[in-house]
Structure formats: C-alpha cells, structure tokens
C-alpha cells in the first residue's frame, strides 16, 4: 500500500475503492484497519461502544486528564449527557449575537485591511468565539489576552512528543504549567459568571449541569480545556476552506451573500436549521470536500466483526470522516465543488461524516457549525472574499486539514450593492 503521509486522502480513498469498506494499511508506521465508506462507518458506530476504545497518546492523556475523548464506558456517556445541552441545537440562539460580536469586528478588519494568512487568522478567531462562548471571555477584557498567551502555551505542548520522551522536553512542562493557570483562570470565570449568569456563554449550564456529577464523569475544568482544543483547529480549517471556496466560485458567492445581508438584519436565522439555504449548503459542500479531520483512531478491546473480517483484541482502528464523500454514486462529480447539490434533493447532509458519528460523535457540531455561518455571513455581509494570491498550493492534514503556505485573503466591499 502506498505510505500514509504521501498523499493521505488518496490513499485512503484509493484503499476503499479497492479493497471495500474494511483494508489494512500502515498509519504512522503501524499496521491499522481503516473502514470507511457508508456501510463500513454504519457497521462501525453501530458496534463500537464496549469493543473499541479511542486510542489516545500517553501524552494526551497525561495534558488531558478525565477529558471526555479520554474516558469509555459509563463515565464517558455520563459526561456526554452532562456536556451536551449547553453545547446542543436548543442553547444555539442564545450564543448568536455573542459570536456576531466577535465576528463582525474580525469582518471588518479583513474588509479594512486585508487578511495576510487566512489560517492564522481563522484560528485566532475561532479561539476568540471558543473564549467567548465556553468561557464568557469578550474580546479586549483583560482576561482575554491571558488566556490567549496561556492556551497558546498549552497548545505547544500537545506538539512534544507523545511517549516518555516528552518528559524532558521544555514544552511539555510548560505545557503542565499552563494546564494549571487555565484551570485556575476557568474556576475564576465559573465563580464570576454563575454570579452574572452571562446568557450569551455556555459556562453557567456547564457548571450547574457538574455540580452533582459522578467522579468517573470527569471534572469540568479538564472538559472544558479539552473543547477549546477540539474547537480551535476543527472550526478554523472549516472556516479557512469556506471563504477558500466563496472566493473561487463567485456565483455561489453572490447568492450567499443575500442571505447574508438577512441574517444582519435578524440573525435569529443562523440559529434556525430552515433558513439560509444557500449559506448551509455552502457549509455542507464544505464539509464534503474539506473534512477538517483526517483519521479518527481507535483500539480493539475485544475481538470485532467488521465489514465481515474478525479483527483480534489490540488492533488499531481508524476510520476517516472524508472516505465516503467522494463516492461518485452518492455525490455525482465528486471533485467538484457545487453546493447546489444540497440544495435540489441531489445529495443529503445525511451523507457527511465530518463530525463523525456513534459514541464518540463531535459534541460541538452545533456550535462549530453555527460559528462558521456566523463568519460568513459577517464577510459577505461586508463583500465577497478574493484570493489575491491564488487557490492554496500544498496542503497539510494533520491536526486538521489547511493550507501549508500562508493564504492571503481581501473582501472586495464594492460588491455588496449588489
Ligand atoms: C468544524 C469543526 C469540527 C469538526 C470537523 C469536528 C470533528 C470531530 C470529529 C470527527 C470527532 C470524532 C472523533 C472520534 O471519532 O474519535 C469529534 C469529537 C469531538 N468534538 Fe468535534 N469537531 C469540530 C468542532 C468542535 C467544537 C466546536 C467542539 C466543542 C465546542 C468540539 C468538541 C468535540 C468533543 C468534545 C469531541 C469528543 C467526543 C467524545 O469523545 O465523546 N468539536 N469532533
């Protein structure tokens, strides 16, 4: 089989038009079964809880503690049950003019003066709404700034390496340092916003909902370090490839746009699922070609029936959220980017894996979701994004998919009269 990091989604791709939904091949030097395809990912998320286990580095582990994506068994789904109504569709239209506060400036200093590398400035954006959101921080307050520097520590130490190695590294101390001024920054912000009750962030249903939880479910403060992590790269690359796209293909653009200008006006809309058709199949079509993840691994913890193979106990397990949108017969010209798939009954957002699925489901997908309509609209509202550079050359796709060289963006305002 052709080596992973050479051209991971075609060999990947390649691997289940050959061999089916389930093949072996070697991830990260190490023999892994892939399933993927419709069929296999419905086999997979149906059996998967008490079988496979996600398979973690003794470094995440350590950085992340009782952190959801750690945990199995009952302590995981008790924490999901307690994590999910403040991050689900029914808490949506309460977070819609926080983030509409932070997008709107960050709109309109890429409409002023132009973005010089669209993937650093999507993240620090989708690190300013995680801030807001999951920890009620507004951009400027004082708290603001600390958080950015000590996160950004903190990030730095997931990149050291993963096994004992990572003992004698600098950034994983520091790494530890940051863990425990972010937890003390958390506990801070929980104490203060319960008081407030802040109804534009999530925290004071976080922290009622973790009052009275289980030891096994977990202590709040490691989830919560544990969604700003899985918010921050995700929603950026998600981000990145939608403006990416409506600057490529100006038609669909301008029809965005319309929406856009609506959802100014009464941005209740972004939280509906029935409105904004176009601005949703933008994000749908988005998320069929640009999955931000790569690879989802897990470990066997018993043996497994799997697209009719018995895998033994102790193997690795990976499924990758892309594999099956660009199956021909699901998607017709699959390489192509036409939202209006979406929007005539052609293809179903059914389809998409890009949050995965079964017991390890992305709990933020609501949430990530509405933040990217939110940036979108907020620049088509101002003009439509131009990439004066050029489309991205190579790309990277870990820790999720994004350009590898820096991307320039502008917003040429001229074009909202239309
Ligand atoms: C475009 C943005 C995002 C994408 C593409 C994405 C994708 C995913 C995927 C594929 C998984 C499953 C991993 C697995 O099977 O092992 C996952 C899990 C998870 N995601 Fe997301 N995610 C995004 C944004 C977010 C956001 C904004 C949050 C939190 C606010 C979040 C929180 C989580 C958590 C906590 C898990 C672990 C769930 C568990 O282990 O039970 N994600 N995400």
């Known amino acids: 089989m052709q080596r992973f990091d050479r051209d991971p989604l075609g060999a990947i791709e390649e691997g289940h038009r050959q061999y089916g939904p389930v093949f072996r ?11 993927g395809t419709g069929a296999g990912l419905g086999e997979l998320f149906a059996g998967e809880r008490g079988r496979l286990e996600v398979l973690n580095t003794p470094l995440v582990h350590d950085l992340f503690g009782q952190a959801l994506f750690n945990l199995s068994g009952d302590g995981h789904a008790e924490a999901r049950r307690r994590l999910r109504p403040a991050l689900g569709g029914r808490a949506l239209p309460g977070y819609v003019s926080s983030l509409l506060e932070v997008t709107g400036p960050a709109a309109e200093r890429w409409a002023q003066h132009g973005v010089a590398d669209l993937y650093v400035a999507a993240r620090a954006l989708t690190g300013e709404l995680s801030a807001r959101i999951l920890l009620g921080i507004v951009p400027g307050e004082a708290d603001a700034a600390v958080f950015a520097a000590v996160f950004e520590r903190f990030v730095a130490a997931t990149g ?94 301008a029809r965005a746009q319309a929406e856009a200008h609506t959802a100014m006006v009464t941005p209740g809309v972004l939280a509906r699922r ?4 176009v601005l949703r199949a933008v994000l749908a079509e988005t998320q069929r070609l640009h999955s931000p993840n790569l690879l989802s691994m897990r470990e066997a913890v018993c043996p497994v029936d799997l697209g009719g193979y018995r895998i033994p106990a102790g193997t690795r397990v990976a499924y990758s959220p892309s594999a099956g949108h660009f199956d021909p017969e699901v998607f017709p010209q699959p390489y192509a980017f036409r939202p209006g798939r979406f929007l005539d009954g052609e293809a179903r957002g059914a389809r998409l894996w890009a949050f995965g699925g ?34 991205p050359g190579r790309i990277r796709y870990r820790p999720a998919k994004a350009p590898l060289m820096a991307v320039p963006l502008v917003i040429d305002r001229q074009e909202t009269a239309a």
């Open 358 to 391: 079964g017991a390890h489901a992305c709990l933020g997908r609501p949430l990530a979701e509405l933040m990217a309509l939110a940036t979108m609209a907020s620049v088509l509202h101002r003009g439509v994004p131009r990439l004066p550079g050029g489309l």
């Open 25 to 35: 091949m070697t991830v990260d030097g190490n023999e892994t079964v892939l399933v």
């Open 274 to 277: 029935d409105e904004l058709p």
């Open 160 to 253: 050291a390496p993963s096994g004992r190695d990572r003992l004698m590294t600098g950034r994983y101390w520091a790494g530890r340092a940051a863990r425990r001024r972010l937890h003390a920054l958390f506990a801070r912000r929980a104490a203060g916003i319960v008081m407030k009750r802040d109804p534009g962030s999530a925290l004071a249903g976080l922290v009622t909902a973790f009052e009275d939880a289980p030891q096994a479910a977990g202590p709040l403060p490691h989830h919560l370090l544990a969604l700003l992590i899985a918010a921050r790269e995700t929603t950026a690359s998600l981000i990145t490839w939608c403006l990416v796209e409506l600057a490529s293909n100006r038609e669909d653009a």
